[in-house]
């Protein structure tokens, strides 16, 4: 099945009380045929036909060509029309019924040209000639349909009257002052032609033959209601032209008209190609974009102008504005300018442009002669282009005898004139409300919103010369509660050429603000505005306003000084409310105090930083309530202490200068278990916290001394204890402008704890055998003892101190014993006064034998009676060694015989090889042998629950039930209080073995 596509290239414009032709395109085809048919409207505003059939493809767009593929015709060369009969389909009347019938039909309907008879071309007989009988003779010519009416194939009358009638010569045609109303294109017909006449010679400058014939309603003017007047008579029944008509006659009236016959002579008139196709600037004034050229024919003398249509079609631009402002020069004179009013009209393609040039003063045309087309570009935002073209009978002429002058037209359209855009000028106004909205009364200088000025996106620099700042108020605030208003371009304060003007009504007040030296915000660029002002004081907190810069109350222009509208994202603020007070916050800074371990018994130690901000107004602390909290149990799943247990007192400090007394405030009542409090009270020394800058206040602790034994004393080492400020009402504050004490929910806590700290005893030192001065060393001297085999002998003498943070407990030593042909039993320690204080709770733990000696470990506990633990005995009790002091100790032990070989041997000597190993259940003592902790120490005490895990020799990188690490795990050995130590042989331990060689003999 074939396809009819219908595109319309123009748009049609029908003035009101006219009727306009359109032929709308139909593509009748067979078989596999394909036709395009394309609407335009030329001078008469009529569309183009185009059929095609036969497996021909026909396609016209927007010209006056038709191109037609018929199949068939009918052909009869005698059957022509003769007075009144004709053949009914033969619309050219030259005998033949064929495509040449349509293409005079179609150039009738386009282009107004003569039909020989009307009658004929009225193929279905309905009375008038339109498209259906176009499609109607193609029908019957290429697809078989019926036969055009009666009269028909013979010579005949049309059977049914109309007015279109059958005459082949015309008869009524002007003669002299003679004439028919209503004829206006003189062929001797009244028909649609003589609309179209009328319509060309009022919007084209066509030529009308006499003017009194086209003068339907004999009012003594040519305007729309003649061309109203004539198709009422010829399509709905109106009345007829006023006499003379339907003969010919005069004019019974008087009128400036007149009817003379049309003269022989004529003009031509084309454009030139000068100026060539160009590109111009958007916005170039007085822009000359082509030439009219004008020439007589060889038997005309002299010709005048006075009228002159153009039209301006653009691509990419409004027509109306492309190309406006149009002058006609003669040269460098002026000789007519741009009459144009709404009518004609524009569309969107293009605009009319008529040019009257006085009747009195025409332009006389003798010879060859040049008009120059000026005129001004408008403004483009993108690539535009534009031409000037000529309608058809857009010029009109006159002999010198006052008659019409055909006009001959050549080139009708200029070269085309591309517009570059000018590059345009931007603005674009946003408001932004500044972080805080809230205020007090009689706050000064407040900054409630920053204007910005966005030029990013424009094409060229903006210069702001006013802004006009509204202050809206609500719940009956003053009108005036914001005021004393200035501008601020960073720390600039911008100057006026006059005081602001303020105009206040009851819904808030308008201030103006004029630049003398406008505000440059260059092109790619944007500029922020500070709005500062004055809050009035005795105003009702219950208020609240807005700032806004509305739409149109920023002025500004562009570097060419044409005035640049601004676009507004935001124009008003949020509400700005207000409050009795202003406000405090308190964060704690963490960052430069990670949480970690405090020693004992030490004062003036740094554990955080409080930041106080103020809010609104300068804020004065005279007191702080201080809570502290205990983050872990003082053993596993047992209770908390009070944290304030490590805790001596506590120092505040603003920068250098102390706040606190010289010893600082110690803890007061705990009011619960896990929490206990202390009050600072500042009244004599008080934080005073500007609103410029936040005040920072420095945090220092005295610890007390801590111990694991027993449970009862003042501190636990790894109990662990932060600080913080636990609620609003632990804190007085006065606002120093509003003379108020700041209520609680005016006081904001963010994070206000320090970080969680645990105290720990300090680090006792060991001395051992070689390390202890000679007075010290067993036998007083630096020289090895030779011993002999006895009871109770000395073999090795340490020294433990504890410094002056904490007492030290000791729980257990051990010793590696290395026996070449000798035998050591009953290990005991005592002190200087020669007091057993622990003994061995095992035969040793075997390492090694072979022939003549062997390797043993021996744990050596100490006991509330200095015997070794056996028989469930739970004598297991620390030597406590005072913090501050030394204890000095010996090892003593059993010396005996090898027994392999007897002591009669003939050389009865052996040797002695003692290592201090500390606490040797941790982590592993010789390659890859480890030796379990021993398990049952801790059975030996009364009560497990307290007492497990409590030995002397302990290193923080273990990570205990307490949750206590060190950084140093693997380097840095310590002895603190609860857990264990590795204390093996090695060069870079803190608690080197040391081996003493002992000689005997029998």
């Known amino acids: 099945m074939a396809n009819a596509n219908f595109n319309v290239d123009t748009a049609v414009a029908v003035r009101t009380g006219t009727t306009t032709r359109v032929a709308v395109m139909l593509a009748v ?101 339109d498209i259906t009988d176009v499609v109607y003779l193609s029908s019957y010519l290429n697809m078989g349909g019926n036969a055009p009416k009666s009269p028909f194939p013979s010579r005949g009358v049309d059977p049914t009257s109309d007015k279109l009638g059958c005459k082949p010569v015309p008869e009524l045609v002007s003669v002299g002052d003679r004439f028919v109303r209503g004829d206006a294109s003189d062929d001797g017909y009244v028909d649609d032609r003589d609309a179209d006449a009328i319509d060309a010679w009022q919007w084209h400058g066509g030529v009308i033959p006499c003017l009194d014939a086209a003068d339907t309603d004999d009012n003594g003017r040519i305007d729309i209601n003649d061309t109203v007047y004539l198709n009422n008579y010829l399509h709905l029944g109106g009345a007829a032209p006023v006499s003379p008509y339907p003969g010919l006659g005069v004019d019974p009236t008087v009128d400036a008209l007149g009817c003379k016959p049309v003269t022989a002579g004529r003009l031509n008139v084309a454009f030139t190609g000068i100026p ?35 039209r301006v079609a653009s691509q990419g631009a409004l027509p109306s504005v492309a190309y406006g402002n149009l002058a006609l020069y003669d040269g460098t004179t002026r000789i007519a300018i741009d009459t144009s009013t709404s009518t004609p009209p524009c569309d969107w393609v293009g605009c009319y442009r008529s040019f009257s040039i006085s009747s009195s003063s025409p332009l006389v045309i003798s010879g060859p002669r040049t008009l120059r087309v000026v005129g001004d570009v408008g403004p483009a935002t993108t690539t535009a282009t534009f031409t000037v073209s000529m309608a058809n009978e857009a010029v009109r002429a006159w002999g010198a005898d006052g008659t019409p002058i055909a006009v001959q037209y050549g080139a009708t359209v200029s070269n085309q004139m591309t517009i570059i855009p000018t590059p345009q000028a931007k603005l674009n106004v946003a408001v932004t409300t500044m972080v805080r909205k809230e205020f007090i009364p009689g706050e000064q200088d407040v900054q409630t919103v920053n204007i910005n000025l966005d030029a990013r996106n424009s094409g060229l620099d903006v210069f702001v010369s006013e802004i006009n700042v509204a202050v809206w108020v609500y719940n009956n605030a003053d009108p005036g509660v914001y005021r004393n208003l200035e501008l601020y371009a960073g720390t600039t304060r911008l100057v006026l050429s006059q005081p602001v003007q303020e105009r206040c009504t009851i819904s808030g007040c308008t201030y103006r603000f004029v630049f003398p030296t406008p505000l440059k915000v260059p092109l790619g660029s944007q500029k922020d505005l500070r709005l500062l002002g004055d809050i009035a004081t005795g105003i009702d907190t219950a208020g609240s306003f807005m700032v806004a810069v509305e739409p149109g109350g920023v002025k500004a222009v562009d570097s060419n000084r044409q005035a640049v509208e601004p676009s507004y994202t935001t124009f008003v603020s949020e509400h ?20 970690g371990l405090l020693p004992g018994n030490t004062n003036g130690i740094e554990v955080g930083v409080f930041r106080l901000t103020s809010i609104t107004e300068p804020i004065r602390v005279e007191k702080i309530v201080l809570s502290g909290d205990s983050t872990r149990p003082v053993y596993p799943s047992g209770p908390r202490a009070s944290a304030f247990n490590q805790v001596r007192a506590i120092h505040l400090y603003d920068g250098a200068t102390r706040l606190t007394p010289v010893n600082g405030i110690a803890p007061t009542a705990t009011d619960r278990l896990d929490r206990a409090t202390v009050l600072i009270d ?19 602790v005295d610890t007390n001394p801590v111990t694991r034994y027993p449970v009862a004393s003042v501190g636990a080492p790894g109990q662990g204890f932060r600080l913080s400020v636990a609620g609003q009402s632990d804190v007085k504050a006065l606002g120093l402008l509003s003379a108020t004490t700041l209520p609680p929910r005016q006081i904001t806590l963010s994070g206000a704890t320090l970080n969680d700290w645990t105290v720990y005893v300090s680090v006792p030192t060991v001395t051992v055998y070689r390390d202890l001065p000679v007075s010290e060393k067993i036998g007083g001297s630096a020289a090895l003892p030779r011993l002999s085999p006895g009871l109770r002998k ?124 500390g606490d040797t259940g941790f982590p592993a003592l010789w390659g890859s042998q480890t030796i379990a902790y021993p398990e049952s120490a801790y059975v030996l005490y009364a009560d497990t629950r307290f007492n497990r895990n409590r030995f002397i020799w302990s290193d923080m990188s273990i990570s205990g039930p307490f949750g206590i690490t060190s950084p140093t795990a693997l380097t840095d050995k310590q002895w603190t209080n609860g857990y264990r130590v590795q204390s093996t042989a090695s060069p870079n331990s803190r608690l080197p073995a040391t081996t003493t060689d002992v000689t005997f003999a029998p």
């Open 29 to 129: 085809a067979t078989a596999a045929a394909s036709v395009g048919v394309a609407l335009g409207v030329g001078s008469s505003l009529s569309p183009f036909l185009a059929i095609g059939g036969g497996n021909k493809n026909t396609n016209i767009n927007g010209g006056v060509n038709t191109n037609l593929n018929t199949n068939s015709a009918v052909a009869n060369p005698n059957l022509v029309s003769l007075g009144k009969a004709f053949v009914r389909g033969n619309a050219n009347d030259d005998g033949f019924l064929d495509k040449k019938d349509i293409d005079a039909i179609s150039s009738w309907m386009q282009q107004s040209v003569p039909l020989p008879c009307p009658d004929a071309a009225d193929v279905d007989d309905n009375g008038r000639i």
């Open 276 to 310: 060539p196709a160009q590109s111009v600037n958007a916005g170039t004034k007085n822009f000359e974009a082509a030439q009219l050229l004008f020439n007589l024919g060889t038997s005309t003398p002299t010709v005048s102008v006075t009228g002159l249509t153009l």
């Open 576 to 595: 700005f409310t207000f409050r009795s007070g202003g406000g405090l916050t308190i964060s704690g800074l963490t960052a430069n105090y990670p949480a």
């Open 682 to 700: 500042l009244t004599s020394h008080p934080i005073e916290v500007s609103t410029t800058s936040p005040k920072d206040i420095t945090v220092k």
């Open 794 to 917: 000395d073999l090795y003498r340490f020294k433990i101190k504890a410094d002056s943070a904490g007492d030290i407990y000791q729980f257990q030593v051990g010793f590696a014993v290395n026996e070449q042909k000798v035998t050591t039993t009953n290990f005991v320690i005592v002190d200087a006064n020669g007091t057993q204080l622990a003994a061995t709770t095992t035969a040793g733990l075997t390492f090694g034998r072979w022939p003549g000696g062997r390797m043993d470990i021996y744990h050596l506990w100490f006991t509330s009676d200095g015997l070794r633990p056996s028989g469930g005995r739970a004598n297991v009790a620390p030597y406590r060694i005072l913090a501050g002091t030394s204890k000095l100790l010996t090892l003593k032990g059993d010396i005996t015989c090898w027994r392999d070989n007897g002591c009669a041997s003939a050389v009865p000597s052996g040797s002695l090889s003692i290592s201090f190993l």
